[in-house]
């Protein structure tokens, strides 16, 4: 235990996910060895995160406006809808550049045992949304991009289940299968599974 102000600070870092008591010590002590115009930028933009930002009353991205850069650029293709479980999920596929709709974004997964039913996600919204195409186009696709896991796959299928009865939506699930340069031999059984079945005709 440190005194006063480092042992609070190591504490705040500490709860941060991914952070342990040993990495909050070694930020905290590299802010500590560092220059004050370090600390007060950084006192700065933690700040304008708590003042600023704000959630995309359309998706639910983070966003700096009422609607994100996304919802509000008229070249997005608006009859196609990526769901994902965070805003992190957006800028990652929006990396692939190979997705040129729009998204919703859920504000997690379903998890039962933690607590995170339906009505603790954006699902309602993406009903609501749905239902209500204030722009005239009508949604084709839903593509549902939730994490391959089993959060992730129960978010999944009751998505399917709620949005089975939109006439003329197609639901749609990321494939999931083997990464580029990795080998068969330390693929999981899950991943191979869902490689296999996920093949496609090369000729």
């Given at each position: 235990m440190y005194e006063g102000p480092i042992q609070d600070l190591?504490?705040?870092?500490?709860?941060?996910?991914?952070?342990?008591?040993?990495?909050?010590?070694?930020?905290?002590?590299?802010?500590?060895?560092?220059?004050?115009?370090?600390?007060?930028?950084?006192?700065?933009?933690?700040?304008r995160v708590r003042d600023d930002v704000v959630f995309c009353a359309e998706c639910g991205n983070v966003s700096a406006n009422r609607l994100c850069r996304i919802c509000s650029d008229s070249r997005r293709d608006a009859t196609k809808i990526c769901?994902?479980?965070?805003?992190?999920?957006?800028?990652?596929?929006?990396?692939?550049?190979?997705f040129t709709g729009r998204y919703h974004v859920l504000g997690g997964a379903l998890d039962p045992l933690?607590?995170?039913?339906?009505?603790?996600?954006?699902?309602?919204?993406?009903?609501?949304?749905?239902?209500?195409?204030?722009?005239?186009?009508d949604v084709s696709e839903v593509i549902v991009a939730t994490d391959p896991n089993t959060e992730g796959e129960a978010t999944a299928t009751y998505l399917q289940r709620m949005l089975k009865d939109f006439p003329g939506l197609s639901v749609t699930r990321l494939a999931s299968g083997l990464p580029m340069g990795g080998d068969l031999e330390f693929a999981d059984e899950?991943?191979?599974?869902?490689?296999?079945?996920g093949r496609r005709i090369l000729a």
């Amino acid at each position: 235990m440190y005194e006063g102000p480092i042992q609070d600070l190591i504490d705040e870092l500490a709860k941060q996910p991914g952070l342990g008591p040993k990495g909050a010590q070694r930020i905290a002590f590299h802010l500590l060895a560092g220059e004050k115009s370090d600390i007060d930028r950084l006192v700065a933009a933690l700040g304008r995160v708590r003042d600023d930002v704000v959630f995309c009353a359309e998706c639910g991205n983070v966003s700096a406006n009422r609607l994100c850069r996304i919802c509000s650029d008229s070249r997005r293709d608006a009859t196609k809808i990526c769901v994902v479980e965070e805003p992190k999920d957006v800028h990652a596929i929006e990396r692939t550049k190979e997705f040129t709709g729009r998204y919703h974004v859920l504000g997690g997964a379903l998890d039962p045992l933690s607590g995170i039913g339906p009505d603790q996600l954006r699902i309602r919204e993406l009903l609501r949304r749905l239902a209500n195409q204030e722009d005239g186009v009508d949604v084709s696709e839903v593509i549902v991009a939730t994490d391959p896991n089993t959060e992730g796959e129960a978010t999944a299928t009751y998505l399917q289940r709620m949005l089975k009865d939109f006439p003329g939506l197609s639901v749609t699930r990321l494939a999931s299968g083997l990464p580029m340069g990795g080998d068969l031999e330390f693929a999981d059984e899950l991943t191979l599974g869902r490689a296999l079945s996920g093949r496609r005709i090369l000729a």
